[in-house]
């Protein structure tokens, strides 16, 4: 189903010559979120796309510039049946990546247990977690070569709750990266829905290198569409995107449509 161009709010895009500055970039979002809130709820993704914003904003924690000690941390995404000790659960990455080196302590965390016994039981003490929390401030996603984001896959209905998510087949296979040979990546995921992602404060979607051009153009220059998810994050009330130059090759209406941001301005809502 396409809706009305007219239901898009503020979505601004910026793009940036290579992933370095992407990651940068992204962290001067975080950091401006976190300075204007340091109790932020803030909902992080994992993946090859955010590691450099993960990357810098440990060093940007253990240098005293930005503290996420107050923060609450949402991890989005997990496999069903992996626990959070598995070396390929997504909260695990999470931790290693951003929990531990930033002082964030494992109670300052929400997350979908994938061995949980009553998977949608989990998915629905999610959702209500996120309401006891007053919603999220800040969500961090990227987009998939489908066009998903989480396991959002395409299809996924705009006021999806947080559930058990069948994974597409590019999905499985773009994921086998990180999976030991001899695992099969799973057939199902728990995942954050659309609608606690769309009801957001702030939403950042990260897109890097070529392989995700076609995604994102469809996301940003096609119509709002459930068979492309990515497109619904523009009914988010702000929706930045930050892709590198692989990446935004493909986008077409960006300067007429969007308001192309260069890397050094203002975001909207951050307040650098
Ligand atoms: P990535 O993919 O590992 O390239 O960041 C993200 C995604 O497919 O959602």
């Not at 099969?184 to 995921?189: D, E, K, S």
């Not at 469809?218 to 009914?235: E, F, K, M, N, Y």
């Amino acid at each position: 189903m396409s809706v009305d161009a007219a239901e898009t709010r503020q979505t601004h895009v910026a793009i940036t010559l290579d992933y370095q500055r992407l990651s940068a970039f992204a962290l001067e979002v975080v950091c401006g979120v976190l300075r204007q809130k340091p109790d932020a709820v803030i909902s992080l993704t994992t993946g090859r796309t955010p590691s450099g914003l993960y990357r810098a904003l440990r060093q940007a924690c253990q240098a005293g510039q930005v503290s996420l000690a107050t923060a609450r941390i949402i991890c989005s995404e997990e496999y069903t049946g992996v626990t959070i000790d598995d070396p390929i659960s997504l909260f695990g990455w999470l931790r290693r990546d951003v929990l531990t080196p930033c002082d964030v302590p494992l109670t300052s965390a929400l997350y979908l247990a994938g061995d949980a016994p009553d998977p949608d039981a989990e998915c629905r003490r999610f959702d209500e977690q996120i309401g006891r929390l007053g919603g999220i401030d800040l969500v961090v996603q990227t987009i998939g070569v489908n066009g998903h984001f989480g396991f959002n896959e395409p299809g996924t209905p705009r006021d999806a709750p947080s559930r058990v998510a069948e994974l597409a087949p590019s999905t499985r296979e773009s994921n086998a990266a990180y999976w030991p040979e001899q695992r099969r990546v799973p057939t199902t995921g728990l995942t954050m829905g659309l609608r606690a992602t769309l009801s957001a404060r702030y939403i950042l979607l990260l897109a890097a290198g070529c392989a995700k051009a076609p995604a994102l153009a469809q996301a940003l220059d096609g119509p709002i569409d459930d068979q492309v998810p990515g497109s619904l994050l523009r009914l988010a009330p702000h929706l930045t995107v930050i892709a590198d130059a692989e990446a935004s090759q493909e986008l077409r209406l960006r300067e007429t449509v969007y308001g192309l941001r260069k890397c050094t301005g203002p975001l909207p809502g951050t307040g650098t």
